[in-house]
Antibody, heavy 123, light 109 residues
């Protein structure tokens, strides 16, 4: 059974960098699929942040690309998210998820999700 | 960027009734790369349908998806008590960003 678990600080100060890690069990990241991050502000809808392939190839939401970095550590079967220069608008539940690979000309739907990690940006 | 507009915002129905949810895209979604998710309070989204009409593993056959181009529909043939939730569509065709609709809530009447 594939399981994902987010971890990281629940409180980040404005202008600092938000860092989260997603641990994967039941499946080896090296075996394939994309690994993505999606966020949901309190009471609002879902926003795709970005995704990484096991090779390290990344796709980012253009609206966040300047501030976002996603990386993968295959030896630990984990992948990570960094969002720099955060503001209150970055307050959200952050989900990590596994995405199907449909090739070079499409993105992915997400079949396994973590439980989510609430990150609040506040001084 | 493809904008997805879901309707209605809220649907009030009784158990056993049929639910029909709409997702309209601002431009054609290539190869029907359209998914539907169910989200209950405090939980992560759950993939129901991908490729516009293929049920994900373990999803009951009362859930069905249809449509192509810019108009897509999620139908729940007979609502069970556990189906009352928020439903999101997502498009993942072409170049990023891959976007979600704003959600439709199915509530108990």
């Amino acid at each position: 059974q594939v399981q994902l678990q987010e971890s990281g600080p629940g409180l980040v100060k404005p202008s600092e960098t938000l860092s989260l890690t997603c641990g994967v069990s039941g499946y080896s990241i090296s075996s394939g699929y994309y690994w993505g991050w999606i966020r949901q502000p309190p009471g609002k809808g879902l926003e795709w942040i970005g995704s990484i392939y096991h090779s390290g190839s990344t796709h980012y939401n253009p609206s966040l690309k300047r501030r976002v970095t996603i990386s993968v550590d295959k030896s630990k079967n984990k992948f990570s998210l960094k969002v720099s220069s955060v503001t209150a608008a970055d307050t959200a539940v952050y989900y990590c998820a596994r995405g199907h690979d449909y090739g070079d000309f499409a993105g992915h739907d997400f079949d396994y999700w973590g439980q989510g990690s609430l990150v609040t940006v506040s001084s | 960027e493809i904008v997805l507009t879901q309707s209605p915002g809220t649907l009030s129905l009784s158990p056993g009734e049929r639910a029909t949810l709409s997702c309209r895209a601002s431009q054609s979604v290539s190869s029907s790369y359209l998914a539907w998710y169910q989200q209950k309070p405090g939980q992560a989204p759950r993939l129901l349908i991908y490729g516009a009409s293929t049920r994900a593993t373990g999803i009951p056959d009362r859930f069905s998806g249809s449509g192509s181009g810019t108009d897509f529909t999620l139908t729940i043939s007979r609502l069970e008590p556990e189906d009352f939730a928020v439903y999101y569509c997502q498009q993942y065709g072409g170049s990023p960003p891959w976007t979600f609709g704003q959600g439709s809530k199915v509530e108990i009447k």
